[in-house]
């Protein structure tokens, strides 16, 4: 069986810093420079992890930097492109292992996981990636609201799945030469900030069962970086950012739309701690990026988009009984569409 935290371990070995780049410290200020985010699970079960082994056992995923604790990003600038595509998956941060329980029946579904580095906890229902139906889950909300906590804590209870986050930020568009020298006065916050239709164009693919390769964006230096991470064979997809609600095109895609609602205090206190301690922000530069930017934009652009979410959480990963509820409605769904699958199946051999 494939064993990603190994996998992971062994893409923090390959980790070399960024040209003209600060050795990676940390993770979080690669956050959302990996697009798929993926969490690994309780520390305690890596050490009975074991490679491929035909026998169900438990496996460890990567995540994306946006996790913290977790320094396994991979930003090997490999000058091979074929060898880039192939997923030297940057991620891992905060998060949990997940229990990996797939019997490697199917093979080439098995190594798409691999390429894909994604969290593989039960196994494939279809030989079919065509037919596959993948749920698509968008979570929008402001700046330090909680997305990603929320996020872990929904994957932390979806056992048995094969979920991947996907970040609006990898879709930042590249900065221009002069908006990178004067990079405090870029609206980091507004919509043209992002590549809608490369966005869209991906969460499409992936919807239809196809295979997709994220590209990975860099916090630290604001630019799209040449690793790209491929997608596919996953039954949960989730899409968070600050402005993932904002396309009609990209939320006709998805099956249930969430809206993390925090209060805006808490989120700059928040902001403020996390940019500081994990993104090399400085105080004075936090808070004149949110009065600037931040703020106005939230107000303009993200807060108008709650309107189109199934469901708002107030207060974000504190509130329990809503996630339960959320994970609850994803449970439902996916067990939907396995018997839609089997009923499917049935049929294909009667008429054989
Ligand atoms: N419920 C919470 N209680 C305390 N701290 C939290 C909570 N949710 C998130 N945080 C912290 O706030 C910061 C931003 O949270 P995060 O989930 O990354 O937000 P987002 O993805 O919306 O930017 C992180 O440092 C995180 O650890
Ligand atoms: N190069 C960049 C890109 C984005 N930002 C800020 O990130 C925020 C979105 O991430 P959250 O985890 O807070 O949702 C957004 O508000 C941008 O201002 C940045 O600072 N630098």
């Known amino acids: 069986m494939y064993n990603a935290l190994k996998f992971k371990r062994q893409q923090k070995q390959q980790y070399q810093p960024l040209e003209n780049d600060q050795p990676l410290d940390n993770p979080e200020e690669h956050r959302g420079a990996i697009c798929l985010k993926i969490l690994e699970k309780a520390k305690s079960s890596i050490s009975s992890l074991s490679p491929k082994s035909s026998s169900s056992s438990s496996s460890s995923v990567s995540t994306s930097p946006k996790f913290k604790n977790n320094n396994n990003i991979?930003?090997?600038?490999?000058?091979?492109?074929?060898?880039?595509?192939?997923?030297?998956?940057?991620?891992?941060?905060?998060?949990?292992?997940?229990?990996?329980?797939?019997?490697?029946?199917?093979?080439?579904?098995?190594?798409?996981?691999?390429?894909?580095?994604?969290?593989?906890?039960?196994?494939?229902?279809?030989?079919?990636?065509?037919?596959?139906?993948?749920?698509?889950?968008?979570?929008?909300?402001?700046t330090a609201s909680g997305k990603t906590t929320v996020c872990e804590e929904i994957i932390k209870r979806l056992e048995n799945q094969r979920v991947a986050v996907i970040c609006l930020d990898s879709f930042y568009r590249p900065l221009a030469h002069e908006d990178l020298e004067n990079v405090a006065s870029y609206n980091f916050d507004h919509p043209d900030a992002f590549?809608?239709?490369?966005?869209?164009?991906?969460?499409?693919?992936?919807?239809?069962?196809?295979?997709?390769?994220?590209?990975?964006?860099?916090?630290?230096?604001?630019?799209?970086?040449?690793?790209?991470?491929?997608?596919?064979?996953?039954?949960?997809?989730?899409?968070?950012?600050?402005?993932?609600?904002?396309?009609?095109?990209?939320?006709?895609?998805?099956?249930?739309?969430?809206?993390?609602?925090?209060?805006?205090?808490?989120?700059?206190?928040?902001?403020?701690?996390?940019?500081?301690a994990e993104r090399g922000r400085s105080l004075e530069g936090v808070l004149h990026q949110y009065e600037k930017f931040v703020k106005p934009s939230f107000d303009e652009y993200i807060l108008p988009t709650k309107k189109y979410a199934d469901v708002i959480i107030p207060r974000g990963a504190d509130n329990v009984v809503a996630i339960d509820l959320i994970v609850q409605h994803i449970r439902s769904k996916l067990n939907e569409q396995d018997a839609k699958k089997l009923n499917a199946n049935d049929k294909v051999m009667e008429n054989d």
């Not at 069962?209 to 064979?233: D, M, S, W």
């Open 74 to 142: 991979n930003n090997n600038q490999d000058k091979d492109k074929d060898n880039r595509d192939r997923d030297k998956s940057p991620l891992i941060n905060r998060g949990q292992q997940q229990q990996i329980q797939n019997a490697s029946k199917f093979k080439e579904e098995e190594e798409e996981v691999e390429d894909s580095n994604v969290i593989l906890n039960r196994q494939p229902q279809s030989t079919d990636r065509k037919m596959k139906e993948m749920l698509m889950i968008c979570i929008a909300g402001g």
């Open 195 to 276: 590549d809608w239709e490369y966005a869209q164009k991906a969460i499409k693919e992936l919807k239809s069962g196809n295979k997709f390769h994220i590209p990975t964006y860099c916090f630290k230096t604001h630019t799209r970086l040449q690793e790209t991470v491929a997608i596919n064979g996953i039954d949960v997809i989730i899409f968070e950012g600050i402005l993932s609600l904002y396309s009609q095109g990209i939320r006709d895609q998805m099956d249930i739309k969430i809206f993390v609602d925090t209060d805006s205090d808490t989120r700059l206190s928040r902001r403020v701690m996390r940019d500081i």
